[in-house]
């Protein structure tokens, strides 16, 4: 993929994310390097000055990969996801938020207006006349403007065609290096990629399948928060223990790092291969360790779960099924 001797070219783009994807990039180390010895590095917002209009200058498909982290939050957003497309060959949904909207997307159970006075008067936000930002504002030296905030995150994919999705909240940095030295083989002619829409840098099985902890009560009476379970039985699966541990249901990659040390899994990976509908399975998983049959009791146990929709859905409602809300349908 080398174009007349020049190296290939490589772009980053930050949307609504809260930077964690530029920083697991970074920790791949020494392994940047062959970012930089491989790749013409033309497009990295947090690491380079480059402009919009730079990018817009390009000729389309001349950027061999982009990896683009972040949901689609505002006019901005998707103004950079729709050129990047048309720049790039290869686009990827890079982290959970590009993949699934992630914590972002949460704010799709809440009307726009109600966020943004929420983000202005908080306890921490000194605002007695109540000003709020305007899309745009007129300065002496012109039209100031600010990106315009559309009514729903979405993820990547409900806004341009995507090529491969990289799970991950963030990812791991030993499998983004690994997918780095995936793409060096292929511009070297060694390797081929994976088939278009393959989820790259992550497992195909569970965190359950990667979980060392032992699997045999699977009955339950309660649920309950991991602080008021003492001692938690550091061999037995922590499902097992009334412990909300979303494992089942997310996709492998991880090497169980969370239930491994006693944490139980929130589901950063998203969901695990053929899950339409994380939240779904999520339930149907937890319903299955429940010991009871009358409704009044099943009621009372999943009563437990002090927050369903954060448990379930955490780093996926904007690209569940549900996607929170009429809104989200009409957008899409």
Same mark, same amino acid.
């Given at each position: 993929m080398t174009v007349n001797g020049n190296k290939p070219k490589f772009a980053m783009y930050w949307a609504a994310s809260c930077g964690g994807c530029e920083i697991a990039v970074l920790n791949i180390h020494e392994k940047i390097l062959d970012v930089d010895a491989n790749f013409d590095v033309v497009f990295w917002p947090? $690491?380079?000055? $480059?402009?919009?209009?730079?990018?817009?200058?390009?000729?389309?498909?001349? +950027?061999?990969?982009t990896l683009f982290n972040g949901g689609i939050r505002n006019?901005?957003?998707?103004h950079i996801a729709k050129l990047l497309r048309r720049k790039s060959k290869i686009l990827v949904a890079f982290g959970s938020c590009a993949s699934e909207?992630?914590?972002?997307?949460? $704010?799709?159970?809440?009307?726009?207006g109600e966020i943004v006075h929420t983000a202005f008067n908080t306890i921490t936000t000194d605002n007695p006349?109540? +000003?709020?930002?305007?899309?745009?504002?007129?300065?002496?030296?012109?039209?100031?403007? +600010?990106?315009?905030?559309?009514?729903?995150?979405?993820?990547?994919?409900?806004?341009?065609?995507?090529?491969?999705?990289?799970?991950?909240?963030?990812?791991?940095?030993?499998?983004i290096a690994a997918v780095v030295d995936l793409v060096i083989k292929v511009v070297k002619g060694e390797a081929e990629l994976p088939p278009k829409g393959s989820v790259i840098g992550a497992g195909d099985s569970t965190v359950c399948d990667e979980c060392p902890r032992a699997r045999?009560?699977?009955i339950i009476k309660e649920f309950k928060r991991i602080q008021d379970i003492a001692p938690v039985d550091p061999t037995l699966c922590l499902l097992e223990q009334g412990i909300p541990c979303n494992g089942p249901a997310t996709r492998s990659g991880c090497n169980a790092r969370c239930p491994g040390v006693g944490a139980q899994c929130i589901g950063c990976y998203g969901p695990a291969e053929g899950v339409m509908d994380y939240g779904a399975r999520l339930i149907? $998983?937890?319903?299955?360790? +429940?010991?009871?049959?009358?409704?009044?009791?099943?009621?009372r146990i999943l009563d437990g779960i002090p927050d369903p929709t954060g448990q379930v859905y955490r780093f996926n409602l904007a690209g569940s099924l549900l996607k929170a809300n009429r809104e989200a349908w009409k957008v899409k």
């Open positions: 947090v $690491a380079m000055d $480059a402009k919009y209009k730079d990018v817009e200058a390009m000729e389309d498909g001349s +950027i061999l990969l006019d901005e957003n998707e909207g992630c914590i972002p997307g949460l $704010a799709n159970l809440s009307p726009v006349n109540e +000003i709020y930002p305007r899309v745009s504002f007129d300065v002496p030296e012109g039209e100031l403007r +600010i990106p315009k905030i559309e009514k729903v995150l979405r993820p990547l994919d409900l806004v341009v065609d995507v090529d491969y999705y990289m799970p991950g909240c963030p990812p791991e940095s030993h499998q045999n009560v699977k149907t $998983a937890f319903s299955s360790v +429940i010991d009871a049959t009358e409704p009044e009791e099943i009621d």
